[in-house]
């Protein structure tokens, strides 16, 4: 069975830093891209950063060069640095598969919150 658990959030003023964990369980983890994605409230999920089975990393737009993603697959575990957070990255933060052939609805967690707010 698939699970992903999500860790990492919390409150943090705008310019500040917060790690994301991810820990992974079942297979979906070493057979596929991971990706990050975050629901604000009142908007629909997006994908904001994804990481190949091979390292490669892509993101949105509106968190390149401020968040890093990364993956142990030792841990199984997929990680999102963000810093320089903004108040508009306020959000709940679910990682899941970056997956065209996957029902992705089928694997979701709980996510994490973050709140950016002075």
């Known amino acids: 069975q698939v699970q992903f658990v999500e860790s990492g959030g919390g409150l943090v003023q705008p310019g500040g830093s917060l790690r994301l964990s991810c820990a992974a369980s079942g297979s979906i983890f070493s057979a596929y891209a991971m990706g990050w994605y975050r629901q604000p409230p009142g908007n629909q999920r997006e994908l904001v950063a994804g990481?190949?089975?091979?390292?490669?990393?892509f993101y949105a737009d509106s968190v390149e060069g401020r968040f890093t993603i990364s993956r142990d697959s030792s841990k199984n575990t997929v990680y999102l640095q963000m810093n320089s957070l903004k108040p508009e990255d306020t959000a709940v933060y679910y990682c899941n598969a970056v997956s065209s052939k996957l029902n992705l609805d089928d694997y979701w967690g709980q996510g994490t919150q973050v709140t950016v707010s002075s």
């Open positions: 990481v190949t089975r091979g390292g490669s990393t």
